[in-house]
């Protein structure tokens, strides 16, 4: 079975368009962009036909099987209704939504629909992820203890539709490792707001703080997770990553983007020693590439620790399969509400905020 894959947004889109051309279980891929210079522009570069000026005009025509929205947070709620409205499945940029209202429409929208809806989490399809997850099943951190998460990034000169963002709407790429790894959902979270925002980062999106910093509790165990997110009013250079800890070991992101991740491993407790000794070496994860069929692999040298080709393949995969995701709309709100519930936190200066559990599958 060939599938024909429509792509919204082509900034971010534009990394993902020639991955879907690559995929032996893709037909024909076509692109949409509100600005008709980019969508000409990228469409020619990678020699693509198929194009249409908007999500209706593309939903209109027939055919095409599934739909990936690259297009900015505000518009992910409703494009995604519309997509699957039209019987089409759907992949998703984060955040799946940005109100708790809007991530129940979706799961029930996803459930009469009975198509695929994905959010395409960079995150934990990154080589570092891969890699965690591998001293995770190979007991070297031995039980799970502690999380950290960061995304730092300045989003001065961004398009204006940023100015005001919450940044703990966008929390997933820090916090769904733990939450993967852990198996579990948060069940309650503490947040503060650091740094009001300025009178000219204020705007359509929020008039809230520059970083946010959570404490996300998480179900089933005592186990925290320590979420500091920050897009405005920070003078420090880029850090998107998650630390893992455990009773045996551990993995810690680089202080620097681009670093070397830290490994840590703990010795027994040696007679009449103080503090059980810890060995630290660095290490560069390689991910998995050979989870993807030969014509992706290349792509596991792009962004996003080459997770960009392991999202594409899951979300064609699922819909070939006849089965559902690994981030379906039960998973993406688990990871999505709660940094929604964080800022609210922030809001109500830091009040503890339980958190809905959405069932997601283990
Ligand atoms: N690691 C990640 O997962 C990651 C990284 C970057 C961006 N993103 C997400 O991807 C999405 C796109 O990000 P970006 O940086 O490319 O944004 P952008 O604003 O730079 O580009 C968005 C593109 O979508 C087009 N567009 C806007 N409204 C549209 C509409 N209604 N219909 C069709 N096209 C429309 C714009 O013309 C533009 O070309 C955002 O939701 C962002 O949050 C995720």
Same mark, same amino acid.
């Given at each position: 079975m060939c599938i024909d894959v429509i792509v919204v947004?082509?900034?971010?889109g534009a990394d993902f368009a020639p991955i879907y051309q690559a995929h032996p279980d893709v037909g024909r891929v076509a692109v949409v962009d509100a600005d008709p210079a980019r969508t000409a522009a990228v469409a020619d570069r990678l020699g693509i036909t198929e194009r249409?000026?908007?999500?209706?005009?593309?939903?209109?025509? !027939?055919?095409?099987?599934? +739909?990936?929205?690259?297009?900015?947070?505000?518009?992910? &709620?409703?494009?995604? $209704?519309?997509?699957?409205?039209?019987?089409?499945?759907?992949?998703?940029?984060?955040?799946?939504?940005?109100?708790?209202?809007?991530?129940?429409a979706l799961i029930s929208a996803q459930e009469d629909a009975q198509r695929n809806?994905?959010?395409?989490?960079?995150?934990?399809?990154?080589?570092?992820?891969?890699?965690?997850?591998?001293?995770?099943?190979?007991?070297?951190?031995?039980?799970?203890?502690y999380f950290k998460g960061d995304h730092l990034q300045n989003l001065d000169g961004y398009p204006d539709y940023?100015?005001?963002?919450?940044?703990?709407?966008y929390v997933t790429h820090a916090l769904s490792p733990a939450l993967a790894l852990a198996g579990t959902r948060v069940e309650s979270v503490r947040c503060v707001g650091s740094s009001r925002l300025t !009178?000219?980062?204020?705007? +359509?999106?929020?008039?809230?703080?520059?970083?946010?910093? &959570?404490?996300?509790? $998480?179900?089933?165990?005592d186990l925290v997770a320590n979420v500091t997110m920050s897009f405005f009013q920070l003078g420090r250079s880029y850090l998107e990553?998650?630390?893992?800890?455990?009773d045996e070991g551990a993995l810690e992101w680089?202080?620097?983007?681009?670093?070397?991740?830290?490994?840590?491993?703990?010795?027994?407790?040696?007679?009449?020693?103080?503090?059980?000794?810890?060995?630290?070496?660095?290490?560069?994860?390689?991910?998995?590439?050979?989870?993807?069929?030969?014509?992706?692999?290349?792509?596991?040298?792009g962004g996003h620790g080459g997770s960009h080709p392991h999202?594409?393949?899951?979300?064609?995969s699922s819909i070939v399969e006849d089965r559902q995701p690994r981030v379906d709309p039960r998973t993406a709100a688990t990871w999505t509400a709660p940094g929604i519930c964080a800022h609210e936190s922030a809001l109500q200066g830091g009040t503890e905020i339980q958190v809905p559990d959405y069932g997601a599958r283990k």
């Open positions: 947004g082509l900034g971010f249409f000026a908007s999500l209706d005009e593309a939903l209109a025509a !027939p055919g095409w099987d599934a +739909v990936h929205l690259l297009t900015p947070v505000r518009f992910h &709620a409703e494009q995604v $209704l519309q997509v699957l409205g039209s019987g089409r499945h759907c992949a998703s940029a984060v955040p799946m939504a940005t109100t708790l209202t809007d991530l129940d809806y994905m959010m395409m989490e960079t995150a934990v399809y990154s080589r570092e992820f891969f890699h965690a997850a591998q001293l995770l099943e190979t007991g070297k951190l031995g039980r799970l203890t940023w100015r005001g963002y919450p940044p703990m709407h !009178p000219d980062h204020i705007g +359509v999106a929020g008039e809230g703080f520059g970083t946010e910093a &959570a404490l996300f509790k $998480l179900a089933g165990d990553g998650f630390s893992v800890y455990g680089p202080q620097l983007e681009g670093g070397p991740m830290k490994e840590f491993r703990m010795a027994p407790l040696a007679q009449n020693q103080r503090g059980r000794a810890v060995s630290e070496f660095d290490v560069e994860p390689t991910g998995a590439p050979e989870l993807l069929p030969a014509a992706l692999r290349e792509f596991t040298n999202l594409v393949h899951e979300f064609v």
